[in-house]
C-alpha cells in the first residue's frame, strides 16, 4: 500500500488475514498490493527491522540512514483513522542512527530543557497579554477572574479558544468566546442542566440570557453577580403523561388477552 510519491504503508490489521502470495497466516503486518494483503518476505520487506514510535530523533536519522523504509499504521476504530505506530527500517541503519543519539543525547536534552524553557516564558507573557486583552474589553471583570480565564483558555496542547490563531492574535471574538465559555459554567445553571441530562443545545438556549446580562454588564464596566436561580429556573424532568407509566399488572386472575395458552385436555 503506497501513496504515488509517499512512503511505503504497513498495517498493523486488527483482524485475521492470510498472505494472498504464500498463505501465511495470521498477518501480524501486511502491505496492500492492489487490493491484496501481502505478507512483509513476499512484499520484499521482511529484512527489516521494526522500530516502534516514540523516539522522534531516533526515527529521523534510522529513516534517513536506511535505503528502504516502510511506515506502520494502525487504524484507530474510535477516531476513524489510521495512526502511525512505528517504522520499518534497515537492522544497520538503526544500529547507526542508535548510536549518533547516544553520542549528542546530553547536547539533545540540554536544548530539550532550553526550548521548555522558552515555551514557560512564551505561556507567561501570553496569559498575560489575554488576562489584559479581557479586561480591555471587560473592564467590569473581576481581575483574578481574568486572569483565572485566560490561564484555562491558554493551556498549550488544550485546543482550547485561547490556543487558536484567533486567540494568540487576541481577536475580540476569540477572547469573548473564552469569558462566554467561563461565565456559562461558573455563573449560570449550565453544568446542572447538563446532569440533568438536558440536551447540550437547549441547555445553553437556557442561560444564554443570563451570560448576556453578566457580559454585558462586565463590558460597562459594572460588576454584576449573576441572578440567583428561582423556583421556576430549576430544571424538572418532564412529568410522564398517563400512557408513559408502565406498571405490572396486580396480581390476580389474568385477563384472556394475558392468559397462557392452554393446551388440549383429552
Known amino acids: 500500500m503506497r501513496k504515488e510519491g509517499g512512503p511505503i504503508l504497513v498495517i498493523q490489521p486488527r483482524h485475521h488475514h492470510r498472505c494472498t502470495g504464500c498463505g501465511r497466516a495470521p498477518l501480524r503486518h501486511l502491505v496492500l498490493e492492489s487490493g491484496s494483503p501481502l505478507c512483509l518476505d513476499c512484499a520484499d520487506l521482511g529484512h527489516l ?16 540512514g536506511s535505503s528502504l523504509s516502510a511506515v506502520v499504521v494502525r487504524r484507530d476504530r474510535r477516531r476513524r483513522r489510521y495512526e502511525r505506530q512505528g517504522v520499518f527500517v534497515e537492522e544497520a541503519a538503526l544500529a547507526a542512527a542508535e548510536a549518533a543519539c547516544l553520542a549528542d543525547a546530553e ?5 530539550r530543557a532550553r526550548d521548555a524553557e ?27 477572574r481574568a486572569r483565572d480565564i485566560a490561564e484555562h483558555a491558554s493551556v498549550r496542547g488544550s485546543g482550547r479558544v485561547g490556543r ?29 442542566l447538563l446532569m440533568a441530562r438536558v440536551p447540550h443545545g437547549r441547555a445553553r438556549a437556557r442561560v444564554a440570557a443570563a ?37 405490572p399488572p396486580a396480581a390476580g386472575r389474568a385477563s384472556p388477552a394475558n392468559r397462557p395458552p392452554q393446551g388440549r385436555t383429552r
Open 107 to 111: 547536547a539533545r536534552a540540554r536544548r
Open 211 to 247: 451570560i448576556d446580562a453578566v457580559l454585558a454588564a462586565w463590558a460597562a464596566g459594572e460588576p454584576c453577580e449573576p441572578p440567583a436561580a428561582g423556583p421556576d429556573d430549576a430544571y424538572e424532568p418532564p412529568a410522564a403523561g398517563p400512557g408513559d407509566v408502565c406498571e
Open 164 to 192: 487558536s490563531a484567533a486567540g494568540r492574535a487576541l481577536d475580540a471574538a476569540a477572547v469573548t468566546a473564552a469569558v462566554r465559555a467561563s461565565v456559562r459554567h461558573l455563573d449560570t445553571e449550565y453544568d446542572a
Open 118 to 144: 522558552r515555551r514557560a516564558v512564551e505561556d507567561v507573557r501570553f496569559t498575560a497579554a489575554l488576562t489584559a486583552e479581557i479586561l480591555r474589553l471587560f473592564p467590569g471583570c473581576p481581575a483574578g
Open 49 to 64: 527491522v521494526f522500530l516502534p514510535r516514540g523516539d522522534t530523533a531516533l526515527t529521523r536519522r534510522a529513516r534517513a
